[in-house]
């Protein structure tokens, strides 16, 4: 089985950047996910790394180190609006489609 | 617009009266999924389709079923719904299994067993 840890919430102000780690367990897995979802919304998709490395998408960036069981998602120039909750998530390979999700961090951006 | 449509969106019920819980997906898209999310817990899924007639339970299957009779169509089925099944679930359906296919989420439903 498998086990995705993160921190249970961040706060930073506007313009700042915070990196949300997920720490994972596991025998195997195709990549890492990551995750938004505002209060009450339905989590929308942000980004995906398959290899070791940082993908980078405007302001949100995800990195992956298999060799070190972690990745990240890096929020830049945070803004009001990315108030929520991000949840990494992966594919095992030894239950092709299942998908299994961290418990969440949620980040609170102060004016 | 594509989009993933879940029905209802809030039910309240008692103990053991039989619940369906719609889900149906207009991209053509293979995989299906059931998740339910509760405080501290993030998103647990509950069964997973890989396509039509192929479903497979997910981390918190018990107390629930699925059938996937039509590609477009996943329904939630509780037969006999109890307190601890009250929660937020969520219906996905993402293009295939792929590591890095997007899942694409319904608005939710959120239910309540009294």
Known sequence: ?111 | EAQVTQNPRYLITVTGKKLTVTCSQNMNHEYMSWYRQDPGLGLRQIYYSMNVEVTDKGDVPEGYKVSRKEKRNFPLILESPSPNQTSLYFCASSLSSQGGQPQHFGDGTRLSIL
């Open chain 1, 1 to 111: 089985g498998q086990s995705l840890e993160q921190p249970s919430e961040v706060t930073a102000v506007e313009g700042a950047i915070v990196q949300i780690n997920c720490t994972y367990q596991t025998s195997g897995f195709y990549g890492l996910s990551w995750y938004q979802q505002h209060d009450g919304g339905a989590p929308t998709f942000l980004s995906y790394n398959a290899l070791d490395g940082l993908e980078e998408t405007g302001r949100f960036s995800s990195f992956l180190s298999r060799s070190d069981s972690y990745g990240y998602l890096l929020l830049q120039e945070l803004q009001m609006k990315d108030s929520a909750s991000y949840f990494c998530a992966v594919r095992q390979t030894d239950s092709w489609g299942k998908l299994q999700f961290g418990a969440g961090t949620q980040v609170v951006v102060t004016p």
